[in-house]
């Protein structure tokens, strides 16, 4: 393919070598051992979108118990159970993990990294992850799921109302996803502090990025509320203490101000990731830079610190004084200025762009409808008097699902069109997308939409049924259609994606010709992710770098070398060899999981289950092999940077 | 292999073909020293992480106790003693005095000084091993036990959570101080031991504000 007389100049780099060395062992053990961020996030992405079916097929049974009164397909503990592990699963073991599945495979790319940061801690947190999946859905299956809400309330979840281990799964599921999330969030900030390619200053940082770091940063300060929480209550109905017991001088409501601490925050982490992600598209679809990046990026960072301001306005039903109340209120109509200016500098971006029509963009187009709609009546329910008129009832569940779907599942899946070529190197079809997008858009709006108007006519939440003359019957039947029409647009993209894999048209490395540093590599890209790492010179990379933008050699090809560069202007400032693929994160998996299961049932099974974890953990840390230093000192205040070596140059071979 | 060069040779070659034919303007990385110490390295910024998420552990628990108090007449409950002041004041003596080997075993991991690292890595161990003995002291003379109510519940919590600190602390530090002696030592090395000396900083800051909270809050508040 290469033309002799454009040959590379000769560099170290050795490509087979270089192949080699970052290549995974073959078969199974490969498979279990990887720590390559791409194989990693692939089982990630793939897990989560299996959840998001498993959700998926219990909203439609719940759809089918509603779709007439007096329905007695399900009665109402079975009811329960499937209300529950449906929110639980859809917030914790989708939502947030696909968002952090995307982060972990494009964040390394998009800076320009040979892998992820703390990778081993990466392929840890994903066997975590797929704990926390069989601990939500084998006790699910065994009648022993959870079912008292998503959020868990005290007293309901005390062993007083609850007396079976429904309650303790979810406590431990919550364990499981959210460590994981944690050691990825650190993982994904770190990568975009320390590992960016040379020349992409903060202000260059791509907004997808931003987007990744912003949702970090905010499970970092949001998740150990709710780990803080659900301890608490574990240890409230296994060793009889008294965190939420009234009778002993216990709070419920401190259930709920550790919930919500983190379950407000929860929705900015898991949607900011959904509008960084149209922040994308919209550029790349428009074919300019995004009109207002700093006012973008500072959007996602403002988002990020009021999302921490509103806890309360879940709270309004429960007798606060009334000046918090205020406060609350006036933080959660704040909220909504950074979403706007996100919408106006879209909206700019597009009017004085040249649009390219695809199908990633047709489900950002979908995206705008339903977001806006979600964004809305949240502003109305941030207003206390028309809160409490709507409290629990359908009106929350059309909004919520407005601002989920609407700011996630849209994004996600104009996200997974849009880089499905990079991933797989194939492309998907054109008609079917669009076809997918048409059926989920109208099957959507038929589904949640006369929700807002059942939830003003008064129907509850949670409820297993109700009476033939409520009135409520004509719309639920409705819905039981839309669900149809979004089952339908689910299995189009399956149909899509399945025949992209077996018969797609080849992808080129850019066909969107698209702007950031993903698109460098090859479609999928090599496990090295670049052959010589770039240099960057603007926002966008593959649109703005010079002619001669110079690319980086010198890395190692013989180890795992990755170049670290400085936070604020990334010049490059050392290498660090990476770790070689382990078994250790799987065994460190297994050790803590058989401490969070144990604990279900006796709180001495965290003093047992210390012993394997603390060896695997030293299995993990125990160097394998002396480094390229041996003991050797380095130089350390050798902190000289090479500059751009002067046309011509070339290392003699 | 040609499929996978092709993305950065046809970029490349497009840059090539603008210029001379035989070359191509490149950063040569290879003189950069294989690692790190401090803010510089990966380590450092993924210690800051956990204290970040640990630190929010405890600004949270603390938040809580003060939650609880406020909804609740008599702080500790009628008939309930505060803690004892002894043990919980001699340790944090302790602690703070271990500030010191900590110090010096940071610098000479800074300096790369293996026999340093060794003796202040072991005094270190020492006053961990002494502090979680002491920590024993101190749960027996909270004069309450966790079952007991709410206060006595976020008391143990508030000192359950940073004995699993001071316990994982020591235990990573007796791994360390291991493989200090029997190799193979690396430089890098040197920077875990100057990690961990952080780490065991911030183990010894939260103590502060947790001793104040478990020992005086109770008193003066």
Redesign the interface.
């Known amino acids: 393919?290469?033309?002799p007389?454009?040959?590379?100049?000769p560099?170290?780099e050795d490509?087979?070598q270089l192949?080699q060395t970052w290549a995974d062992p073959p078969g199974l053990v490969g498979w279990i051992t990887t720590v390559d961020h791409k194989r990693i996030a692939t089982r990630y992405l793939v897990t989560a979108f299996a959840m998001f079916l498993l959700g998926g097929v219990l909203a439609s049974l719940m759809r089918l118990q509603l779709s007439r009164p007096e329905n007695t397909l399900f009665g109402p503990d079975f009811y329960n159970q499937l209300f529950t592990t449906h929110g639980t699963n859809m917030m914790f073991l989708f939502a947030v993990p696909v968002t952090q599945a995307l982060g972990i495979y494009l964040v390394p790319l998009m800076v320009g990294s040979r892998n992820i940061?703390?990778p081993r801690m990466v392929a840890y947190s994903y066997w975590l992850y797929l704990g926390g999946c069989l601990m939500l859905w084998i006790p699910f299956l065994l009648n022993t799921g959870p079912d008292m809400g998503w959020f868990s309330y005290t007293p309901l979840a005390e062993l007083l109302y609850t007396p079976t281990k429904r309650a303790d799964v979810w406590a431990q599921m919550i364990t499981f996803t959210e460590v994981a999330g944690?050691a990825v969030?650190?993982a994904i900030?770190?990568t975009v502090?320390?590992?960016r390619a040379?020349g992409m200053s903060l202000n260059r940082i791509p907004i997808f990025v931003w987007g990744m770091v912003v949702q970090s940063f905010m499970i970092?300060?949001a998740?150990?509320?709710v780990?803080?929480a659900s301890t608490?209550l574990i240890?409230?109905r296994l060793?009889?203490?008294?965190?939420f017991?009234v009778d002993?001088?216990?709070?419920a409501l401190?259930w709920q101000?550790?919930f919500w601490?983190f379950g407000h925050p929860e929705v900015y982490i898991i949607f900011i990731p959904g509008t960084a992600m149209v922040s994308t598209i919209v550029t790349t679809f428009s074919r300019r830079h995004i009109f207002g990046y700093l006012a973008v990026v500072m959007s996602l960072v403002s988002t990020g610190f009021i999302g921490f301001g509103l806890w309360v306005h879940h709270m309004f039903a429960t007798g606060l004084p009334k000046l918090g109340e205020s406060f609350f209120t006036a933080a959660s109509m704040v909220v909504a200025i950074p979403t706007g200016i996100q919408f106006f500098c879209w909206i700019a971006t597009l009017w004085s762009g040249r649009v390219k029509i695809s199908t990633p963009f047709v489900w950002i187009l979908g995206f705008f409808w339903v977001f806006l709609i979600g964004g809305l009546t949240g502003v109305m329910l941030a207003s206390v008097p028309l809160d409490l008129q709507v409290h629990d009832t359908y009106f929350v569940v059309a909004h919520l699902h407005y601002v989920l779907i609407g700011g996630t599942v849209f994004p996600l899946f104009g996200s997974f069109y849009y880089w499905w070529p990079k991933f797989t190197g194939r492309m998907m079809n054109a008609a079917l997308g669009v076809a997918s997008f048409l059926c989920f858009f109208v099957g959507f709006n038929l589904t949640f939409f006369p929700m807002h108007l059942l939830g003003l006519h008064g129907m509850p939440r949670r409820v297993y049924t109700y009476p033939p003359d409520a009135g409520w019957t004509t719309m639920n039947g409705l819905e039981l259609v839309g669900v149809a029409f979004m089952t339908l647009g689910v299995i189009l993209f399956i149909v899509d994606a399945w025949s992209s894999l077996r018969a797609g048209v080849a992808a080129s490395?850019d066909p969107w010709q698209a702007g950031t540093l993903e698109w460098?590599?090859?479609s999928p890209p090599?496990a090295y992710n670049?052959?010589?790492p770039l240099?960057v010179a603007g926002r966008e990379p593959?649109w703005d770098n010079p002619?001669?933008?110079?690319?980086?050699?010198?890395?190692?090809s013989d180890v795992r070398d990755v170049?670290?560069t400085?936070?604020m202007d990334a010049e490059?400032?050392?290498?660090?060899?990476f770790p070689e693929p382990t078994k250790w994160p799987l065994l460190t998996a297994l050790s803590t999981s058989a401490l969070f299961v144990g604990s279900i049932f006796t709180a001495w099974a965290v003093v047992y289950c210390a012993v394997p974890l603390?060896v695997s953990m030293?299995g993990w840390?125990?160097?394998k092999?002396?480094?390229?230093?041996?003991?050797?000192?380095?130089?350390?205040a050798?902190r000289?940077l090479?500059?751009?070596?002067?046309?011509?140059?070339?290392?003699a071979a | 292999m040609t499929s996978r060069q092709s993305a950065v040779g046809s970029r490349q070659s497009a840059v090539v073909s603008r210029q001379s034919q035989s070359s191509v303007r490149t950063l040569d990385v290879s003189m950069l020293a294989p690692g790190g110490f401090g803010h510089r390295s990966l380590m450092w910024w993924g210690t800051l992480g956990l204290v970040l998420i640990e630190g929010t552990m405890f600004a949270l628990a603390i938040g809580a106790y003060f939650y609880l108090r406020s909804r609740n007449t008599y702080w500790p409950p009628q008939n309930i003693a505060p803690p004892d002041l002894t043990w919980g004041t001699l340790n944090l003596l302790v602690l703070l005095a271990s500030a010191v080997p900590n110090e010096l075993a940071k610098k000479a991991a800074e300096h790369v000084d293996l026999r340093a690292v060794r003796v202040w890595l072991v005094v270190c161990l020492v006053f961990g091993l002494a502090f979680n003995l002491v920590r024993v002291f101190e749960f027996l003379h909270l004069n309450v036990t966790f079952s007991n109510d709410a206060y006595g519940s976020i008391v143990w919590l508030l000192l359950g959570l940073h004995t699993v600190h001071i316990a994982t602390d020591v235990a990573d530090t007796g791994v360390l101080t291991a493989l200090m002696f029997i190799g193979p030592v690396e430089e890098k090395r040197f920077v875990d031991v100057q990690e961990n000396a952080v780490y065991w900083y911030f183990v010894v800051f939260t103590w502060l504000p947790i001793y104040g909270v478990i020992y005086w809050a109770p008193r003066i508040i």
Do not use: Y
């Open positions: 393919m290469r033309d007389d454009h040959e590379l100049p560099v170290r490509p087979e192949e940061a703390f944690l969030a650190v900030v770190v502090l320390k590992l040379p970092i300060f998740m150990p509320a780990m803080l608490c240890l409230d060793a009889n203490t008294h965190f017991d002993r001088g216990g709070d401190l101000h550790l601490f490395d460098a590599t090859s090599p670049f052959l010589h240099t593959l002619p001669d933008q110079p690319i980086v050699v010198g890395l190692r170049l670290v400085h936070v490059p400032d050392h290498r660090v060899e603390f030293t840390f125990w160097p092999h002396p480094g390229e230093t041996g003991t050797q000192a380095w130089p350390i050798h000289t090479p500059m751009p070596s002067e046309p011509p140059s070339g290392r």
